[in-house]
């Protein structure tokens, strides 16, 4: 044990003393607020400084009279079509619509004419205004006035309430669901992928340094092994506790400055409104971010937390194990490469699944056989955590994961223990059979 | 008390047997040569001995004690190939190595500092070994073998990639720590460094130990009653008691033989039938170098070795 922990340290100390630990931890959190901050101020500054679309309107109809909007002003023309077409090109407005006489049942012939190709956006709000007019025109048609029109228009806004089995009720929205077991699903793959390469690049560099026969003598393989998965799991909690609190510190910054600023913020929440689908427009109806937020303090940080760190440790140290076998069979990373794919699929698949089924559907029978299956529960159950999924999966997936990684774990150091003493082999898959059988 | 023995030692791999019931006595306080071709099975035995790797059978004691993990703090090994982390600085390196077997950390800094000191490398201290002179990285590797002061050091081919004042340097080394009590263990190809340091021998070959004993007992078992002489004026045996298996002129008319007596005639019996029939200028026996048993051993070449004879010590 003693020399696990001397191991462990010595893992741990290289890493975090090198430069590029301290420059990959300090800047990542604050290059993403700062891409975040200049995104947000390229787009409000943008918004701002936008110009009405002037947009000449030559309607032969008669029918349709389009008021100017916020984005768009209408110009009535009263020439007819061609002398409307000269006197646009002379102009400096962005188009011409031109409307002929048309039936409301076929509205055929509607012609946009511009200098440049317009964007798919403006040529949907155009659509959308003039299909709005029309909407109207056929409601008159058929004799339904305005004010019953207005009252056949409803928000609905689904208030989704869980109801627990002791019966206490939990405002949830599932959006923002969605978005935090993303988050979570998506952290856990990097990290494991990040830092399962480490492991595997430093038993490399041991194994062609040649310094690991001098190791092995004072250690156990096995020993080497686990000091070195642990002191690189080390390793990334520190970096990923770090990045944590630099990134709420500097966000919650970010957002203290922006919302000092009246316009911009209203600004920003137009952009969101505008952003986001129509459903989702809905269901962000009075004052949307205090619901997320008041949806965020509903869950159970604590048991999120817990479990977070739980899948964190245990999905890397499942192919941690496996990461330290290759590097150990292998004498260089090219070579490496022929099994980096197969014990990277499981975990592909993994990912793939959170977006296919875990997400859409967390209570899937799809979803629960992907948190369950040890090769892919830390990615699928954690993008399934914010979801509260039953407690008997949570702990089903949990004892199978320790059971995983135990049996990769004893899986790979059987394959470590022969490969580190091996140069030169051509290494493949019955090989590795050949060493896993072989008595110490 | 012995340092190590080892009695019917085997290893057996898939295609093929390691080691094949290997005994070996090494006494305390010696230096052993392990000699044998490559693939001999020199290395698997370093590494049962140094518990990397288990025998599948037979028994290996420590100064009486049966080989156990408390004895990696007693041994001290040097293997072939030489390494260390490239990126560690030199110091961090020999505590962290001094650790792995067993030191405290204060007792590991100590170490390190005086050893450090003892081969002028006190400048390279907070240095990265990648930086080091191959040279200079040999010396912090022997530094690391030796520094938790093991009473078996076991070194594998250690003068390669040293020049030579260095080789000097290490040599004199190993020879302080014999008399410090320690025993050393060569494994080598190099048949000078057998010759010069070695005061016992095991010569292992296809996986199989051939022989063993003090060199001086192995050298008088090998000699065989061979003479060489140099005369003036050549000359041919008549009677059947001598051999001579070569003659080669030198310059003017002299010349230098080989002479084997065959029955139980002394060697005086030999010179005086020798000025009888030719000028004696010198005479002297032939005792085989450890080169010339070793091969003679591993190939079975009995004659073309003796054939080959050169009377300087290569």
Known sequence: MNKIWLIFQREFLNRVQKKSFLIATILVPLIFPAIIGVMGYIFVKQEEGATRTVVEVRDESGKMQLESTDRYEFINIDADKEQAKTAFKNSDHFALLYIPNFELSSPDGITLYTRENPSIRKMEDLESLLEGRIHDLKLQQFNIDKETLKSLKTSVDINNINVSEEGAEKQSNTQAMYVLGFILGILIYIFVLVYGMQIMLGVIEEKTSKIVEVIVSSVRPFQLMLGKILGIAAVGLVQFAIWMILISVTSSAALNFIGMDMPQKQAMEQMSKQVNDPEVAAAMTDNPMTKILATYEELNVMSIVFNFAFYFLGGYLLYGALFAAVGAAVDSQQEAQQFNLPIMLPLIIGYFALFMFILPDPHSSASFWFSIIPFTSPVAMVGRLAFDPPLWQLILSQVLLVGGFIFTTWLAARIYRVGILMHGSKVNYKVLAKWFMMKG | ?314
């Open chain 2, 1 to 314: 008390m012995e340092a190590l023995l080892a009695k019917g030692v085997t290893k057996r791999y898939t295609s093929h047997t390691a080691l094949d019931r290997v005994d070996l006595t090494i006494p305390e306080k010696s230096i052993y040569g392990l000699l044998g071709p490559n693939g001999a099975g020199k290395t698997t035995l370093i590494r049962i001995i140094n518990q990397i790797i288990n025998a599948d059978e037979g028994d290996i004691r420590i100064f009486g004690e049966p080989l156990n993990q408390k004895h990696i703090g007693t041994i001290g090994y040097l293997p072939e190939e030489r390494g260390l982390y490239k990126k560690l600085k030199v110091g961090e390196q020999l505590i962290y190595l001094a650790q792995l077997k067993g030191l405290s950390r204060t007792e590991a800094i100590e170490k390190s500092k005086y050893w450090i000191k003892k081969f002028d490398l006190a400048e390279w201290w907070g240095k990265k070994v990648e930086d080091l002179s191959k040279g200079m990285a040999q010396k912090v590797q022997f530094i690391s073998t030796v520094m938790h002061e093991p009473r078996l050091i076991i070194l594998d081919e250690p003068f390669s990639g040293f020049d030579p004042v260095n080789a000097q340097l290490i040599t004199e080394e190993i020879l302080e720590l014999k008399q410090k009590g320690c025993t050393i263990i060569f494994s080598t190809h190099r048949m000078e460094t057998v010759e010069d340091l070695c005061d016992h021998i095991a010569l292992i070959d296809k996986s199989k130990k051939i022989l063993e004993g003090s060199k001086k007992q192995v050298k008088e078992e090998y000699r065989n009653n061979t003479f060489v002489v140099d005369h003036k004026g050549s000359f041919n045996f008549l009677n059947g008691h001598y051999e001579l298996i070569s003659q080669k002129p030198s310059e003017d008319d002299y010349f230098r033989s080989l002479v084997r007596i065959t029955d139980e005639r002394s060697p005086n019996q030999l010179i005086r039938d020798l000025t009888e029939i030719t000028e004696v200028h010198s005479f002297v026996e032939k005792i085989p170098t450890m080169s010339e048993i070793f091969i003679r051993l591993v190939t079975g070449e009995n004659q073309k070795v003796f054939a080959n004879y050169s009377p300087a010590k290569s």
